[in-house]
Structure formats: C-alpha cells, structure tokens
C-alpha cells in the first residue's frame, strides 16, 4: 500500500513538475513575443543568455503557496510582508540592463524571495544579496541554498552601505524603493560597471533607472521605459 | 412614545456616525476609494430596507416593538461584526490590474457594510410605517440623532481611536434595542440575547478583532517589517493617525531629490505615518545646520540659490524636513503651516530633544492651519512660497490619490500664492516625477493659466523648472526671470547633476544630459503648453494634464478612457505603471451600485399587485427617479466643495450629510403645510434659484471666510446648506402626497426608484465631477429638478 501511495505521489509531483515546465516555456515565449513588439527600444533586445536563463530558474519554488496556480503569469505575485515577486518581464529587462558576463560580481539590494538573486545566479560568476526583512530573508536563505545556487550569498542587513567587502561591483541591483539612490552603492559600482533600479509603485512598475559609472567615473543616469509608449496620440 | 423617539434618535446617531467611522477606518486599512462607497452603500441600506418592508408590512405591524428591538440589535450586532468581517477581506486595490477577483473582493466589501445600515433604516422606516400619527416627532428625532451623530463621532474621534469610538457605536444601537424592547411582545428571549451581546462586548470580543489591519502595501506595514523597527508612539484624531516609528538597524534616509554627487547622508530620523502612508519625518538637529550637508543637495533647494536670506513660508510642514531646508539654506525668517497639530505636537514637543527644539528656533514660526485659508487671509508678503513633497513616493507611483481632492495644487490655490510674494519673488514646487511626464507638466500648466489669470502676458518669462531623477521643482517668478537667475539656475543643476526641464530662451538640446530620458519629454511639453496649440496638445497628449481648478480640483487624476485600451494591453509589457487604476475602483463602485441596487430595492418590488392607473407608473417613476439623482448630486457636489472651506473631506462629510438630513427633513415636515395647486413647481423654482446664487457665491464666501476658525466656519457651513436643504426636501413628499391620493400602491415603488437613484448617484456624482467639474454637476442637478417637476405638472 505504501509503494502504491508512494507512487502515486512520485507520479502527480512528476506531471506537476511537466505541467510547471510547460507553463514556463509558455511564459518564455511571451516574454519573447513581447520583447519583439518593443525591438528597436531599450526593452526589446533580451539576450539568449537571460531568456536562457529565465527558461531554467522554476519561478513556482519562489512564489508562496497561495499564488502556485499563477507562478508562471507574467504579472507580479505577493509573497507576503508587504513584499512582491517582480514581474517576469521586468526581471528579464533588469538582468538585460546590467548586460550580465560569466565573470561579474553582482549586488543584489533587495533579496525578496530570491528570484532575481537565481536569475543572476545562472549567469554571473557570484552573487551578494542584502534583505532587511528577516523572515524573507531566512526563507529565500534556505529556498537558494536547497536549490543548490551556491554562488549566491545572502546577508540580513541594511543595504543603503552595499557591501564594502566585496566590492566593488560590476553590477548592482537594487529592488527596494529608497527616496534617493544611495551615495555608498555608487562608490561600490567598478568603473564601467552599471546599476539598475526599478522605479513605481509596488505591483506597476514605471520604468527602471539605469546608472552607468564611465571609465571616465562619470556617472550617467537612463530612464528606460519598459515598454514602447508615446505619449502623444499619432506618434507611434 | 418617548422611549420609542429616544431609540430612534440614538439609532439615528449611531448609522451616521457608522457611515462616518467606515469613511475613517477605510482611509487607514486602504486608501481614499471607498468615501463613495460608503455614502452610496448606506443609501442602498435604507433603500433595500424600504422595499423589505413593503413586501412584509402585513407581517411587521403587529409585532412592531419586538421587530423594533431585534432590528435595532441586528444593526448593534452587525456594526462589529460586519467591521471585523470586512477588513478580512483578502482586497488589494493595487492588484486590480492584475487580478479581476479584487473586483469581487470589492463586491464583497460593499455588500458586508451594506448589512448595518439595513437594519438601521429597518428600525427608522418601521416606526414610520408602523407609528404614522407620530411621523412628525419620529422625523424630528430621527434627524436630530443624524445630527448629533455626526458632531458626536468628529468630537469621539479626537479622544478614542476609530476602533474605541465603534465600541462608543455599538452600544447606542443596544441602547436602542433595550428601551424599545422592554415592551415588546418577545420582551425575555430579546434581553438574553441583548444581555449576552452586552457581556460580549464588554469582555469577550477575541485579541486582534478590534486591530486595524491595515493593507501589507502601505508605507506604515513596509516599514515595520524592516529589522528592529518599532512603533514609538501613536496619535489619533479626525485629521488622521499618526504613527512615529523607529527604526534603529536601517535608519530611514528621506532625501528625495538628492543629487548623485552628493557625499552627505542625512542624518537619523524619525518616520511619521499618516494614515498607514504619506511619510513625513522628523530629522535629528542638535543646532548645528553644517550637519545636514545633504539639504544644499536636493533639488528642492534651488529657489535658494537665486535669492538672499530669504523670508520663507512652507505650505505643509509635516515633520518639519522643509523648515530645515529653509535654514539650513540661509533663510532669514520661516512660516510654517501643517493642517494636523498633533504632527505640530510631535516636533514641538514629543520630540523636541530629538528635532533640537526646531520650532522654538526664533527665526521659525509654525502655524495649524490648512495651506490655503492660511494664505488667504495672511497679509505677509514672503520672498519663496515653498510646497515639498507632501506624498509619498509610493502612494504617488501607485496612483492611490486619483480621487484625492487637492485644492493645493489648483489655478486659484497658485493664483492666491503668488499673490503672497515680493517684487521677485518665487513660488517653489517639488512633486515626484512619473514618466511618461504627468504630475510635472499638469503642474507646468497650472503655473501657465494661473500667470495669465493674473494678467501676465509671457508666462515663459516667469517660469523655470529643474528635474533629478525622481524630482522636479517648479520656480514661479513674480517678476521676470533675469539673465543672472538664468544663470543661476544652470549652474545650480550643472553642479548637482541635475537636469534642467524649462527657463526663458532653453536650448532643447540642454533637456537631457544627466538623466537621459527617451526624449525630451518634459522640456518638449512645457514648451508645447507655452505655445499657441496648448489646447491641441492636452487632447492629444495620453494622459490628463489639463490645469486642476477649485471647481475640478484632481490633480492627481490622469486616467484618459481614449489611453484606456492601449495601456491595458501594455501591462503584461511592464506597462502596468501607466494605468491610472484609483479611477477604475470608482467605475467599478458606480457599476457594483447599479447591480445591487437593481438585486435589493428594485428586484423584490416587481412581485407586488401593480393596480395604479396607467401612465403612473412611468411619470411618477421618473419624477422620482430624476428627485433620487438630483438631491444627491447636489449634496455629493456640496461635499466635495465643502473640502476648501473646512480643511478636511471628514469635516465636509460629517457637516454636510447632517445639515442635509437636518434641513431637508424640516422642509419636508413643512410640505405638509403647503396648500397651493402645484407647490413642486414653486419648490423646485426655489432649489433653482439658491443653488444657482451659490454658484457664483460659494466660491466668493469661502475665499473671504475660510480664515476663520474652524467652529465658525462650521456653523457658517450649516447656515448656507439651511435654506438650500431645506427646499430640497420638499419635492420627495409631495410626490408622495399626490400619489397617497391617486396611486396608493405605487408608493413602495417611488421609495425604491428614489433609493435607487440616490445609490447609484453617489458614484455618479464623483464621476461626472472629475470629468466636468462640480459646476456642471450642479446645473444638471438643476436640470434633473427642473424636469421632474415638469413629468408632474398636472397631476
């Protein structure tokens, strides 16, 4: 009898985990067909690498129970304390922006479930990511670790002074709203390096600040809309 | 008799004051959506219970006093319960987007605080029905407990939390129920249950019932959750709740606007909540203003830069984050306002070690006050009028203010500032930039139409604005701009790496160097607004941008329905941030009116005997359909007018729902007296002729008055609804008086239609005022009266 239930369960987690995979593919595919009605914009030039990526991270290990059945809709899920699971198309920009390469060290200000720590995981050599809310982070600590991303570390922390002891970065990322881009995070940005920033309200993402360090250690700040918008009727 | 008139005033009392708390606590949990909802879906309560006791008179009038008692009780029962039940509704008005079951969440919502204000109106319309000979003393207790609800709740409100005065709420209602029930037939099975709902609520209602759960989303809930954070006081009053929360591990670090080449990081400080959201704080200051080095970095302090030692008045205090921009940036002298005195409290006392006794500094002076009648009736002239960020960043991004009245930011508010300020003078403005630009341009236009209204011929001339990356300041010059401000201005953004959007001559090529935008927008906007196809421009931008007026004081509404379809399917494209959602909340309020009201009030009516002769039906059912309509969008347009001259919407609910109900209840006693042939004709005439004197007058008395103290202005107030009211209340019961004559049977029907009406005409109402203004709501109001009369003109 315990065989039997045994492989009835191994059964529906294997069609579930079919079904999570198919729902994925789906996802990517939007993505894609979306990215393509914006080619020619900052929005619509995703690289293989991250939709590569985006394919291979399970966004339903990271979104709670409750939102199971929307884990792969492309929209924003609660994951409880007042916090959100971006946007598919959202993380899939934001990792674009900061134009990610094997050999990177990432900052991550704002690990929330640790989606987007996972998405630059598959990409980046490491990843160091700052939470300052301690249930999330115990939870996103176990949830990367038992998913086997050992090049992500994770820190309960306030994140306004980076993390001195790592950087500096080549890229940073930060995911939780401040009134002001802190001063110490653009210090701890390489030369060259660049930091992405969404911008809006939880659940309605406005655009995403794109701040690059030259190599001449000047700094130049984008608004990147996320979507092709004129805001003028017959300018399209 | 008297314990029967005692009971409905407190039963009275106690629906009023429920309406008003809900408006208070729903602000808290959620945001300002659900003041309409609540107005309509108390209507819906009284309308339904019309129709329920219609359908069972028969079965009701024997059993009046026990039927008294229980309904009484169910309203005492139902107004925790229903509290309770409707805060665990899983709503998220943010993820309405997203997710169409918030719909029914709201659906939900509405049709739980429905409940309540049916058994109230059960208790009112029964004593009327069953009591008839009494109807003038039961009207008169009746609408003196609206009253004295009203008054009773505001004054509750600034010595209990919202949650205590419930409590206050929940025992007139049981009150209520006792004295009538003492009588009844069910005199013993009644008082058990009255006694155990009594020892309920005295010791038994469970931890965490009474909590406001406030939504996860809102500023307050966020930063709780952050390590060590912890509340450090509370304080409550009608204006709102007042939270202080500390937050030593990750210290909050207000500096919106702050330069990227900035090496200073503000020092500790304090969050103020209000209402859950719209952070203020309070910032340590020992005396020494070298230490914040930041406040010489943010974009709100360029007005700085072009004037010397200047005389300064801050609009909107808050934690006191502007005062200390003016000082530490060379200000000689600083007014301040702040509309609450407990946030005035705070800085003044609670923490005046931690602000360093700010406001005792003798160049500072803080005033309680709202910004505009602060203004108005000031004689002082000031070198900069300041306005900073009174929003939070958040609730601005989120689009949560769409419905917000604000007079701060209209043509005559801009208007009456400039009038405040020297020869060379300036007006500053900081607002949260969202992109595509709409805060920023609508503000851009308002400075424009406020120049002209006062006479100046080059607006351009007087105008410049900076932006950073999230910020823009507008400067309104009284004055020309010189070459030297110019200059002043360029270099000022040069050196904090800040953008300038518009000054008198820009090269375009200058809009877009630090933070590079896909265009020029803002620049290209300001200069489009400047020019000869202004009105071109505001149809053919996406998004609402035209100037906010007193008599449309939106500002923050940018929903275009023409946008509506396009934006909709950009959402899943990271276009979320572009739908202006708070709107759609009242659409859905106006649509979920409509469904319940036609389900409760109309529905349960079609199976009555209809033996009125033919005709009736469709003159008497518009006449009082259009009288449904009519009464409330005047009364929705008074309330929302009312918010200039009395500093809060809770004030302006609270003040003109009683004197509504006062005066239009004594004018309906006094119908009876009529004796002329066509009295509506007359009545209604007389509705025309005050409302349209008020037109043109309000806006005259209230610039004049609003300076005075709040109790003045209240009793002010309630003496200008009076007469209005007062005709106002007559139409509904001679129509009722005719039918009595010749369609007896209809009569339950004329209720319903009018309930029905008033349900819907809440939402309506708001709708019609943000698209056309409360002008326009007030003449088809006129319009709606004058045709009703007309549909019964020979009856």
Not at chain 2, 48 to 57: D, E
Not at chain 2, 113 to 131: D, S
Not at chain 2, 398 to 416: I, K, M, N, P
Not at chain 2, 527 to 538: C, H, I, K, Q, T
Request: aromatic letters at 12%; proline letters at 4%; glycine letters at 8%.
């Amino acid at each position: 009898m315990k065989v039997l239930i045994l492989g009835l369960c191994l059964i529906t987690c294997a069609a579930a985990a079919q079904d999570f995979a198919a729902l994925r593919a789906e996802l990517v595919e939007e993505v894609k067909y979306f990215a393509e009605l914006d080619r020619g914009t900052r929005a619509g030039t995703f690289s293989d690498s991250v939709i590569r990526s985006l394919s291979t991270v399970e966004r339903h290990k990271f979104v709670p129970q409750t939102e199971l059945r929307s884990a792969y809709a492309n929209r924003p899920l609660p994951i409880g304390h007042g916090q959100t699971i971006s946007q598919p198309y959202i993380v899939a920009l934001m990792t674009d922006l900061i134009a990610p390469e094997e050999s990177d060290v990432v900052l991550e200000v704002g690990t929330g479930s640790g989606y987007q720590a996972a998405i630059l995981a598959e990409l980046v050599q490491h990843v160091y990511t700052i939470e300052i809310i301690e249930p999330l982070f115990s939870t996103a600590t176990i949830r990367l670790d038992t998913l086997g991303y050992d090049n992500v570390t994770t820190r309960l922390g306030d994140g306004y002074y980076g993390w001195e002891q790592h950087a500096p970065f080549d890229a940073i990322i930060v995911t939780a709203a401040a009134s002001h881009v802190p001063p110490p995070l653009i210090r701890q940005l390489k030369t060259g390096g660049r930091m992405v920033i969404p911008v809006g309200g939880r659940f309605m993402t406005q655009q995403l600040l794109l701040i690059e360090k030259t190599e001449q250690d000047e700094i130049i700040t984008r608004q990147i809309a996320a979507v092709r918008f004129v805001p003028l009727t017959g300018e399209h | 008799m008297r314990r029967l008139l005692f009971a409905i005033l407190l039963v009275s009392a106690a629906a009023i004051g429920y309406e008003i708390l809900l408006m208070r606590v729903l602000s808290i949990v959620q945001w300002h959506h659900f003041a309409y909802m609540i107005i309509s879906l108390a209507l819906l309560g009284y309308g339904a219970s019309g129709t329920f006791i219609a359908l069972l008179r028969r079965h009701l009038e024997p059993h009046f006093t026990a039927t008294f008692a229980l309904s009484a009780l169910l309203f005492s029962i139902a107004m925790l319960l229903c509290f309770v039940l409707g805060q665990r509704v899983p709503f998220n008005a943010l993820e309405v987007v997203w997710d169409r079951r918030q719909f029914l969440y709201l659906s939900a919502i509405y049709l739980i605080f429905f409940v309540p204000f049916f058994f109230a109106a059960c208790c009112i319309g029964l004593a009327f029905t069953c009591r008839r000979t009494d109807i003038s003393r039961i009207y008169f207790a009746d609408l003196l407990g609206a009253g004295l609800g009203a008054a009773l709740v505001i004054g509750a409100l600034f010595m209990l939390l919202p949650q205590n005065a419930l409590l206050a709420l929940v025992g007139l209602a049981l009150t209520a129920s006792a004295l009538v029930g003492l009588g009844s037939t069910m005199q013993r099975p009644l008082f058990a249950v009255q006694f155990v709902w009594l020892l309920f609520v005295l010791i038994g209602i469970p931890e965490g019932w009474l909590s406001l759960r406030l939504s996860e989303f809102k500023g307050l809930n966020q930063a709780m959750q952050v390590i060590d954070a912890r509340i450090a006081h509370t304080a409550s009053s009608p204006l709102g709740v007042l939270t202080v929360v500390e937050s030593p591990t990750v210290p909050f670090r207000d500096a919106p606007g702050l330069s990227f080449g900035s090496r200073h990081v503000p020092p500790e400080q304090l969050g103020v909540f209000t209402d859950g959201d719209a952070l203020s704080v309070i910032t340590r200051y020992d005396g020494d203003l070298s230490k914040l080095g930041y406040l010489g970095d943010v974009a709100a302090a360029l007005p700085y830069g072009l004037l010397e030692s200047p005389a300064v008045l801050v609009l909107g205090a808050g934690g006191g984050s502007d005062i200390l921009l003016a000082l530490h940036n060379g200000a000689s002298r600083v007014d301040a306002v702040e509309l609450n005195p407990q946030m005035n409290g705070l800085v003044r006392d609670t923490y005046a070690e931690f602000a360093g006794h700010l406001y005792n500094e003798t160049r500072v002076a803080v005033h309680t006050g709202e910004a505009r009648g602060f203004v108005a009736r000031s004689e002082t002239h000031y070198d900069l009028i300041q306005i900073g960020l009174l929003d939070s960043f958040s609730a601005s991004g989120a689009g949560v203010q769409s419905l917000h009245e604000s007079y701060l930011y209209t043509v005559e508010g801009l208007r009456e500032y400039m009038a405040h300020l020297r020869p060379g003078g300036l007006l500053a403005i900081t607002r949260w930039i969202k992109l595509p630009p709409r805060d920023s341009l609508k503000l851009f236009a308002i400075g424009i139409e406020a120049l002209r209204a006062a006479g100046v011929e080059e607006p351009g001339q007087r105008l410049a604005m900076i932006r950073s990356w999230n910020t823009s300041t507008l400067l309104i010059k009284n004055g020309d701009l010189t070459a030297h401000d110019v200059a002043t201005i360029r270099q000022f953004a040069q050196t904090h790496w800040f953008d300038t959007a518009y000054y008198p001559g820009m090269p375009r090529e200058e809009a877009n160097r630090f933070n590079v935008l896909d265009q020029a927008y803002i620049h290209d906007g300001a200069v489009a607004l400047l020019g000869d196809d202004a009105e071109a421009f505001f149809s053919r931008y996406k998004f609402n941008i035209e100037p906010a007026t007193d008599d449309r004081p939106y500002f923050f509404h940018f929903f275009k329905w023409e946008t509506m379809r396009e934006v909709m399917a950009l959402r899943k494209r990271g276009g979320a941030g572009l739908i202006e959602w708070g709107y759609l909340v009242l659409v859905a309020t106006f649509i979920q009116a409509v469904i319940a009201g036609c389900l409760l009030i109309l529905l349960p009516l079609a199976g009555m005997r209809r033996t009125w002769p033919e005709g009736t039906g469709a003159r008497m059912g518009s006449y009082f359909f259009l009288l449904g309509l009519a009464f409330l969008f005047v009364e929705m347009a008074f309330i929302q007018k009312f918010i200039l001259f009395l500093s809060h919407p809770l004030y302006s609910v609270a003040v003109v729902l009683s004197g509504f109900l006062v005066f239009a209840g004594i004018g309906s006693a006094y119908s009876a007296r009529l004796r002329r042939r066509s009295p509506a004709i007359s009545v209604v005439g007389a509705i025309v002729i005050i409302a349209s004197i008020y037109i043109f007058a309000l806006p005259i008395v209230f610039r004049q008055f609003i300076g005075l103290a709040d109790s003045v202005k209240i009793a002010l107030s309630i003496v200008l609804i009076a007469p209005l009211a007062f005709f106002m209340g007559m139409p509904f019961p001679l129509g009722l008086k005719r039918l009595a004559d010749r369609a007896p049977d209809f009569i339950p029907w004329a209720w319903g239609i009018n309930g029905f009406a008033s349900v819907l005409s809440a939402a309506l109402a708001t709708l019609l005022a943000i698209g056309f203004g409360f002008t326009a709501v007030l003449l088809l109001a006129l319009l709606l009266y004058a045709t009703a009369a007309f549909t019964i003109r020979d009856w």
